[in-house]
């Protein structure tokens, strides 16, 4: 090649990335699909009020002023990983879908997790709890912000255990989700020196738990622990009380239990149940001025969920993430990165780092729901028991489970290299601080 071809060449090469860069910086289109339970026993956690705090956080954005035009869809996937999928899949190839944002139902959120990496989509999961979405099952596409089956665990599952309830026998749901929420508070009640009994799974969605909870019953364990969410742990909260587990004297532990849950259940029947969560309405002047204006917007006049406070805060962080951009590139993976490069701070949840196997890293409270006689009004429902440090979620629990995870530690490792469970990074440091 001449020198004169050379300089061709380098000029159509400039003068393309430019085009390119040019081009997605005048792109100030963003499509968001909401993909979530609307009509199932996950729809009240969830639902429309998570399409409502949706729409608040493109409005509170303030893109719109910036000339920023964004699209709100929503799809029901009926907690079926293939429905779930094949919604979201329409979404990114027919309707240039950029971002699948809520996801409840881990199974869902799995499936859809490795089609967003496959078509360098972005995955906002609030509503999942699996903590395999930011461990064996990380991607650079994938963010959850809210909560994870190992916050649960380290919360109601440690605190349980410390104070006494040293034996446990699980009710878990026979899907991802309850899986991993068995596996990883299994892990926490042994390391904290307390035994597991035994367990038994249960179908999604089952109206009649009576099998289980002779089980439970006859087990003698201490804890009981609800390894389920949304409608399959108010049915349990339920049949237990006709049951008399409590009045027998065992404890049951909800692992992960919602402010609409504690709504369906009323105080009478929930009141002394202790779980764990990382948001609640009435924590600050923050949550409260912001928890207002939502019910407000809520389709039901409900207080939000924590999934649905999460989803608001996920949504204007990867908005935020966008106008650092100067426009859309499409490119999933590169909004992620952005979307961990720059502070996350919002009024629900405070500063809190974006670490680099997706995982937002925010203090989690221990709660106890109230007597009747102590609640002051409408959703006054819950007592601050303890509040537990982000940090804690940097101690890795593959260091509680058995060496037989030796190759999947393998496979992560290779997958996620900068995951808090090998250590500080030589270049990073400990994922979500600066560099030294």
């Given at each position: 090649?001449?020198?004169?071809?050379?300089?061709?060449?380098?000029?159509?090469?400039?003068?393309?990335?430019?085009?390119?860069?040019?081009?997605?910086?005048?792109?100030?289109?963003?499509?968001?699909?909401?993909?979530?339970?609307?009509?199932?026993?996950?729809?009240?956690?969830?639902?429309?009020?998570?399409?409502?705090?949706?729409?608040?956080?493109?409005?509170?954005?303030?893109?719109?002023?910036?000339?920023?035009?964004?699209?709100?869809?929503?799809?029901?996937?009926?907690?079926?990983?293939?429905?779930?999928?094949?919604?979201?899949?329409?979404?990114?190839?027919?309707?240039?879908?950029?971002?699948?944002?809520?996801?409840?139902?881990?199974?869902?959120?799995?499936?859809?997790?490795?089609?967003?990496?496959e078509k360098n989509s972005v995955l906002l999961n609030s509503g999942a709890a699996t903590a395999d979405l930011t461990g064996k099952a990380c991607t650079p596409n994938t963010v959850s912000f809210t909560y994870d089956t190992y916050m649960l665990a380290n919360g109601t599952g440690k605190a349980l255990t410390k104070a006494g309830g040293d034996s446990w026998f699980f009710l878990t749901a026979d899907y991802a989700f309850g899986h991993a929420l068995e596996r990883d508070t299994s892990a926490v009640v042994t390391a904290t020196g307390g035994k597991v009994l035994g367990g038994v799974k249960h179908p999604l969605n089952t109206s009649d738990f009576s099998s289980f909870l002779l089980q439970a019953q006859s087990s003698k364990a201490k804890i009981v622990g609800l390894a389920n969410a949304g409608g399959d742990t108010t049915n349990a909260i339920k049949q237990a009380a006709e049951f008399g587990i409590v009045s027998g004297g065992q404890k049951l532990a909800a692992l992960l239990l919602f402010i609409n849950d504690v709504h369906s259940l009323g105080l009478k029947t929930a009141q002394g149940l202790t779980f764990t969560e990382s948001f609640y309405w009435d924590l600050n002047?923050?949550?409260?001025?912001?928890?207002?204006?939502f019910q407000k917007a809520s389709p039901k006049g409900?207080?939000?969920?924590?999934?649905?406070?999460?989803l608001y805060?996920?949504?204007?962080?990867?908005?935020?993430?966008?106008?650092?951009?100067?426009?859309?590139?499409?490119?999933?993976?590169?909004?992620?990165?952005?979307?961990?490069?720059?502070?996350?701070?919002?009024?629900?949840?405070?500063?809190?780092?974006?670490?680099?196997?997706?995982?937002?890293?925010?203090?989690?409270?221990?709660?106890?729901?109230?007597?009747?006689?102590?609640?002051?009004?409408?959703?006054?429902?819950?007592?601050?028991?303890?509040?537990?440090?982000?940090?804690?979620?940097?101690?890795?629990?593959?260091?509680?489970?058995?060496?037989?995870?030796?190759?999947?530690?393998?496979?992560?490792?290779?997958?996620?290299?900068g995951h808090p469970?090998?250590?500080?990074?030589?270049?990073?440091?400990?994922?979500?601080?600066?560099?030294?």
């Open positions: 090649m001449t020198t004169l071809a050379r300089r061709y060449a380098a000029l159509l090469a400039c003068a393309t990335f430019g085009f390119a860069t040019s081009a997605y910086a005048q792109d100030k289109t963003v499509k968001i699909g909401v993909l979530n339970d609307m009509s199932s026993l996950y729809a009240d956690i969830g639902g429309p009020n998570s399409v409502a705090a949706v729409k608040m956080a493109v409005e509170d954005s303030g893109l719109k002023a910036k000339g920023w035009t964004i699209e709100v869809l929503s799809g029901d996937h009926q907690n079926k990983p293939d429905v779930g999928v094949n919604i979201a899949r329409q979404w990114i190839d027919a309707d240039k879908v950029d971002a699948i944002a809520d996801t409840p139902s881990s199974g869902v959120a799995l499936a859809v997790s490795n089609l967003v990496k002047d923050g949550t409260r001025e912001w928890s207002k204006r409900s207080m939000p969920s924590m999934t649905v406070a999460g805060a996920e949504i204007l962080h990867y908005l935020k993430a966008m106008d650092a951009l100067g426009g859309n590139p499409h490119d999933g993976a590169k909004v992620v990165a952005k979307m961990k490069e720059i502070p996350t701070d919002d009024p629900l949840f405070g500063k809190g780092p974006l670490r680099i196997d997706g995982r937002r890293i925010i203090p989690a409270y221990l709660f106890e729901v109230k007597k009747p006689e102590e609640s002051k009004g409408p959703w006054d429902y819950y007592k601050l028991v303890a509040t537990i440090a982000p940090e804690s979620d940097r101690v890795a629990i593959a260091q509680l489970l058995p060496r037989r995870h030796a190759r999947a530690e393998a496979r992560l490792r290779a997958r996620c290299p469970r090998f250590g500080p990074d030589k270049e990073r440091g400990w994922p979500g601080q600066a560099r030294p």
